[in-house]
């Protein structure tokens, strides 16, 4: 997104207060992250204001983003969130919404959170990451991968260096600013 998102978001109602609070501002909580991840995930082929108006509908309807609630979705879920015209109704991104959580119980179990999974693997280049999140999550591919790393400060590009909100994201050491270790 980036210069073209900074120029067109502020003041906007729905991309305004994501540019300004979230895009590319680092995050550690499990919840955000899923959260993220489940958005990107529901942005394929759509745009992203779609999923942003559509979001408080997503905290509804995914349990507010807990892992281990969605992991214990079954068919029933499938249908009910089929059936709910708030969200995104694509069986294949919902079914690997749900198969994604359990995936993300196993990170936490061998990594202690998701955070720390992603911590474990920076610095990658793009292509390493969508290539790991291939190989560990469903319906990710480059774009979604790009676009959730750089929402979350892991890579670079969510503003450019003009923008106001640049200088805010790099207050909050964003792991794509931290200096290498030698």
């Known amino acids: 997104m980036s210069a073209e998102y900074c120029r067109l978001a502020p003041g906007h109602?729905?991309?305004?207060?994501?540019?300004?609070?979230?895009?590319g501002f680092p995050a550690r909580e499990d919840a955000v992250l899923f959260e993220r991840l489940v958005l990107e995930i529901n942005q394929a082929g759509l745009s992203w204001l779609t999923v942003l108006k559509k979001r408080p509908a997503f905290v509804a309807a995914f349990a507010a983003f807990d892992i281990d609630k969605v992991a214990a979705f079954g068919a029933r879920d499938v249908t009910r969130l089929m059936?709910?015209?708030g969200i995104i109704r694509n069986r294949l991104k919902i079914e690997a919404v749900i198969d994604n959580a359990k995936r993300l119980q196993a990170i936490r179990d061998s990594h202690g959170s998701f955070a720390e999974w992603l911590d474990a693997h920076h610095p990658l280049t793009k292509e390493e990451w969508v290539k790991l999140f291939r190989k560990?999550?469903?319906?990710?591919?480059?774009?979604i991968v790009g676009e959730f790393l750089m929402s979350l400060g892991y890579i670079e590009g969510a503003h450019v260096p003009s923008c106001p909100i640049h200088a805010k994201v790099l207050k909050r050491k964003p792991a794509w600013a931290a200096k290498p270790a030698k």
């Open 13 to 23: 109602p729905f991309h305004g207060i994501y540019h300004e609070s979230e895009y």
């Open 83 to 85: 059936n709910d015209a």
């Open 136 to 143: 560990t999550f469903r319906f990710t591919g480059g774009e």
